[in-house]
């Protein structure tokens, strides 16, 4: 079983064993989790079955602990407030991760059902980014900011800010809208050796679930908004914008606390399996929407000092259009940051 180290952040200078936590959510088989092999030894897998009751095969992957829940473990926990939590839409991938911050994990990694393994180690890469610290005020020019800083680039900005969020990328099939997607057909990319942004403060980026790792600090801030349908089969009316705008909440808190954000290394290959006639349906009613959802969570100023603190205030403040999903929006933000 690999082992994985890291310092303590914040309060505590010691070293401890990091307890790891990998949620997938899925309608599919989970067949392709055997491709992944040893890689995900040492790391508690939480499939988030986005049925009513558990219908999928629970693998049984040497070293890894398997955790399955389906609606009804959503209801039991939630009860009347199972709503904010979607339905029919990967956004429900958030109960694991609540389900995996109860449990005690100290990093949370996310991936959907049809992304392989590349030659990258995945855990090691998203444990190698998230004990990073980014430099603050000047930008490295080269896409490998942990290692090289090129000439002229002040000393005493260097390795000041503490990582809290890393966006892994994909190979194979890009994570196009639909739109574009559509126009130009599916673009195929190759494995790009390693690289490294640190996402500077005051701007936002387009946050993928497909391949993601955060800490365990930063949980407060990954609520993915209601997507899909409710518990009854009611549409949402907004689709596929789930991870899109809980990265805009994420990054608006983390720049406040003085938190880094990553992009890049290590990648997955993405072998697409959603299709984009269907998905450009599901993207029609945010696309509009999304133009200007980000320029509201900028415009709010916050104030307070913690994660669940900022993402409470962030829902209090932010001015959403008059539509009874935003005003449903803010009540699940509140619901959420009460349980941190």
């Known amino acids: 079983?690999?082992?994985?180290?890291?310092?303590?952040?914040?309060?505590?200078?010691?070293?401890?064993?990091?307890?790891?936590?990998?949620?997938?959510?899925?309608?599919?088989?989970?067949?392709?989790?055997?491709?992944?092999?040893?890689?995900?030894?040492?790391?508690?897998?939480?499939?988030?079955?986005?049925?009513k009751t558990k219908e999928l095969k629970t693998p049984s992957l040497k070293g890894t602990a398997v955790f399955h829940f389906s609606w009804e473990d959503i209801r039991k926990d939630f009860g009347n407030d199972e709503w904010i939590f979607s339905r029919k839409n990967a956004g429900i991938r958030s109960y694991g991760f609540w389900k995996a911050y109860q449990n005690g994990s100290d990093v949370i990694m996310t991936l959907d059902d049809d992304c392989f393994p590349t030659d990258d180690e995945l855990v090691r890469g998203h444990l190698d980014n998230l004990s990073y610290k980014a430099p603050v005020?000047?930008?490295?020019v080269y896409p490998d900011p942990k290692h090289l800083y090129s000439r002229g680039f002040p000393y005493d900005v260097r390795e000041k800010k503490q990582t809290v969020i890393s966006h892994g990328l994909w190979s194979g099939a890009l994570d196009q809208d639909a739109r574009t997607e559509v126009v130009t057909g599916k673009l195929h990319e190759k494995p790009y050796p390693a690289i490294l942004i640190a996402v500077p403060p005051n701007m936002f980026f387009p946050m993928s679930s497909m391949n993601l790792a955060f800490a365990r600090e930063i949980t407060p801030c990954m609520f993915f908004p209601m997507m899909g349908s409710d518990p009854n089969g009611r549409p949402w009316g907004f689709?596929?914008?789930?991870?899109?705008?809980?990265?805009?909440?994420?990054?608006?808190?983390?720049?406040?606390?003085?938190?880094?954000?990553?992009?890049?290394?290590?990648?997955?290959?993405?072998?697409?399996?959603?299709?984009?006639?269907?998905?450009?349906?599901?993207?029609?009613?945010?696309?509009?929407?999304?133009?200007?959802?980000?320029?509201?969570?900028?415009?709010?100023?916050?104030?307070?000092?913690?994660?669940?603190?900022?993402?409470?205030?962030?829902?209090?403040?932010?001015?959403?259009?008059?539509?009874?999903?935003?005003?449903?929006?803010?009540?699940?933000?509140k619901i959420w940051a009460i349980l941190f």
């Open 1 to 51: 079983m690999l082992e994985y180290y890291i310092t303590v952040r914040y309060n505590n200078p010691t070293m401890k064993k990091l307890s790891i936590a990998l949620v997938v959510p899925t309608i599919r088989s989970l067949d392709f989790l055997s491709a992944w092999g040893d890689r995900l030894s040492g790391v508690s897998l939480y499939v988030i079955e986005d049925h």
């Open 137 to 140: 005020s000047w930008m490295s």
């Open 239 to 333: 689709d596929r914008y789930d991870d899109i705008w809980a990265g805009v909440f994420a990054k608006k808190i983390c720049d406040h606390l003085g938190l880094g954000v990553v992009s890049g290394s290590p990648f997955v290959d993405h072998k697409k399996a959603s299709d984009p006639s269907a998905n450009l349906e599901k993207e029609k009613a945010g696309l509009t929407m999304n133009e200007e959802f980000w320029k509201r969570a900028q415009a709010v100023r916050l104030t307070t000092n913690t994660p669940a603190l900022c993402y409470r205030e962030l829902a209090d403040k932010i001015v959403f259009p008059r539509l009874p999903y935003f005003t449903l929006l803010k009540k699940a933000m």
